[in-house]
């Protein structure tokens, strides 16, 4: 979820054929800000953020509780098969002593 936001502007941006321009110019937010959060190399402020999303159709919240209910339903599953348990839990070891 390296750049999660920016992705998921840049995939709904093209899927409905809107410029960045466009886009920049409709939610007042800088076109160059907009390119570096599609880009991976600015976060975006939570305002920035919701007026884009909510330019293309979409509301910060339910794409919150979306992602959080996809996260809980991943878990469930991990939990229940063991070997990706186990692969999880190696890869978490493997990573605090790194």
């Not at 390296?2 to 110019?25: I, P, T």
């Amino acid at each position: 979820m390296d750049n999660f936001w920016g992705q998921l502007v840049k995939k709904l941006r093209e899927e409905q054929g809107v410029s960045q321009r466009v886009l920049a110019s409709r939610t007042e937010v800088g076109r160059s800000a907009l390119r570096r959060l599609e880009a991976g190399g600015a976060p975006g402020t939570i305002d920035v953020i919701e007026r884009l999303l909510d330019y293309l159709g979409y509301e910060l919240e339910a794409i919150k509780r979306e992602d959080h209910a996809t996260a809980l339903k991943d878990q469930a599953q991990a939990e229940a098969d063991t070997k990706r348990r186990s692969r999880i839990a190696l890869n978490r070891i493997l990573a605090i002593s790194l």
